[in-house]
C-alpha cells in the first residue's frame, strides 16, 4: 500500500480541526466526514444512530472468515473552537489530541483497504461516534450503537479506540462514580454564631478523611490501575457574607480499577463516605459508570505485539469500557498526549501523527 504524503495527511487533520463540534453539534463534522468517503473510497454501508455511524465495505465472502478489526474515533471536541494553526511542529485546534487527530488516520487508512481489501489480513470498519465528552452513558452515541448495532457488534474482534495514549498502548480503563454529599449546618448571623452550627466546620473531618487518603495500585492484565478517591467540587450554601453557612455540598469522585465491579466499587465508596463521618441522608449517587475489562485473547495479544509500543493502563474512563460489557477485546491507542486533553490551546505533535498513521498502515497491511 502507498503511503499518503504528510503534507496531506497533516491538510486533511487541518480541515478536520476547522469544523467545529462541540459535544450534540457534530452534524457538519460528519458530513464532512461521509463526503470524503463518498468522494475517495466510493460505494461503503453506512450504519447510523443518530449522529453516530459505522463505515464498512460492501460485503465480500472472500473476507468473511478474516478477524475483524474496528478503528474508533468520537467526533465531539470540549475546548471552544478556535481557528487552527500549525507553529513549531505542533497544529493547534479544539480536540487535536482529543480526539480528532487520529480521524484524518482512519479516513486514510480505509482509503487505501477499499483500493485492495485482500492485501489485508483484516476485515476492516470504522466507526465515529458522537456525544462522548462529559455526557450520561444515555447519551453516549456508542451506546446508541451498541443499542441498535447489535449484529455488526457481534461480528468485531478487536477495537482500536483513537484516544491519546502518549505513545503507548493503554489498556482497559477505571470506572468512575460520583456522589453529591451535604454536610449540615444551622444558619446564623455572623456578629452571632453561638446562635448556628458551621456546616463548613462541621465537614472538616470528612474533609480530612479523604486528604489523608492514599492510591491503592491494583494490577490487571499486566498492568497497574490505582483506587482514587477526590473531592471534587465544594461550596457553602449561604445567603450572604455575614451568614454563618447552613449547609456544606461537595462531589465526591471514586476512580476503581477494573478488578472490581461497579456494585463493588459503589459498595466501598458507601464505606469510605461513612467512615469519613457522613451520614446515609447526607449523600446520593448522581452518576456511576463500570470500569473497563480486559477481554484477551491472541488477536489482542497479537496486535499489540505487532505495534510495538510500551503498555500501560488507562488511568480514566474511555469507551473501552463499552466494548468490554459487549465481550469485545479493546484498547486506546491514538496519537496525542493526554496532557493535551481539553485545553484551550490544545495540540497535536505533527509527528506524534506522522508515527501513529505509519503504525497503523504496517499493522494492517504488512502485519
Known sequence: MNTPNRESLKELLLQILSISSPTYHEQQMNSFLTSWLTERVGEVNLLKCDDSFIVQLPEDPNRANKP???????????????????????????????????????????????????????????????????????????????????????????????????????????????????????????????????????ALPFVTYFSNLQRVPCEVGGVTFYDVLSITENCGVTPGKTTIPGEWQCNVNYRFSPDKTLDEALSLLDTHLLAAGAEKTWYEISSAVYAGKIV?????????????????????????????????????????????????????????LYDYYERLNALLFRG
Open 68 to 202: 475483524h478489526i474496528c478503528l474508533v474515533g468520537h467526533t465531539d471536541t470540549v475546548p471552544e473552537y478556535f481557528d487552527p494553526y500549525e507553529k513549531e511542529g505542533r497544529l493547534y485546534g479544539s480536540g487535536a489530541s482529543d480526539m480528532k487527530g487520529a480521524l484524518p488516520v482512519f479516513l486514510k487508512v480505509f482509503e487505501e483497504y477499499s483500493q485492495n481489501p485482500n492485501a489485508c489480513p483484516y476485515e476492516l470498519s470504522l466507526i465515529f461516534y458522537a456525544c462522548e465528552e462529559g455526557t450520561p452513558l444515555h447519551e453516549n452515541g456508542m451506546k446508541h450503537l451498541r443499542d441498535g448495532q447489535k449484529e455488526f457488534l457481534s461480528s468485531v474482534d478487536l477495537a482500536i479506540i483513537g484516544e491519546p495514549t502518549d505513545r503507548t498502548i493503554q489498556i482497559g480503563c477505571v470506572g468512575s462514580i460520583h456522589a453529591t454529599v451535604r454536610i449540615p449546618g444551622r444558619e446564623a448571623h455572623s456578629a452571632r454564631p453561638w446562635n448556628g452550627e458551621n456546616a463548613l466546620y462541621n
Open 296 to 352: 484477551e485473547g491472541e488477536l489482542l495479544t497479537k496486535v499489540i505485539d505487532d505495534l510495538g509500543l510500551p503498555l500501560q493502563a488507562k488511568q480514566a474512563w474511555t469507551d473501552v469500557a463499552q466494548f468490554g460489557e459487549e465481550g469485545i477485546a479493546a484498547f486506546n491507542y491514538g496519537p496525542g498526549l493526554t496532557s493535551q486533553a481539553h485545553k484551550k490551546d490544545e495540540f497535536l505533535e505533527l509527528n506524534d
